[in-house]
C-alpha cells in the first residue's frame, strides 16, 4: 500500500500513481488548447470590426492632439 494513495487523484488503470511527466504532458495539452483557442477567438470573423478599430487607435490621438491645439488657438484669439 502507498502512502500517496489518498493524496493523488490521478490514477493509471492498473492503479498505479500517474507518473509526474505525464502530468506535464496533460499540462502542456490544456495550454496548448487554451493558446489555439485564444488565437481563433482574436482573429475570427465576427472580431474583424473590433480588429480594424483597434488599429486605428494610434492615429486617433494625432487627430484628438491636432484638434485640441486648433481649439487652443481659437480660445487664444478669442
Do not use: C
Not at 1 to 8: G, P, T
Amino acid at each position: 500500500m502507498h502512502i500517496f494513495n489518498s493524496l493523488a487523484p490521478f490514477y493509471r488503470i492498473n492503479g498505479d500513481l500517474m507518473d509526474i511527466n505525464e502530468l506535464r504532458g496533460v499540462y502542456v495539452f490544456v495550454v496548448m488548447a487554451v493558446f489555439i483557442g485564444i488565437v481563433w477567438w482574436a482573429f475570427s470573423a465576427h472580431r474583424k470590426k473590433a480588429n480594424e478599430e483597434a488599429s486605428h487607435l494610434p492615429f486617433d490621438d494625432d487627430e484628438v492632439a491636432q484638434r485640441t491645439l486648433e481649439r487652443e488657438k481659437t480660445e487664444k484669439r478669442q
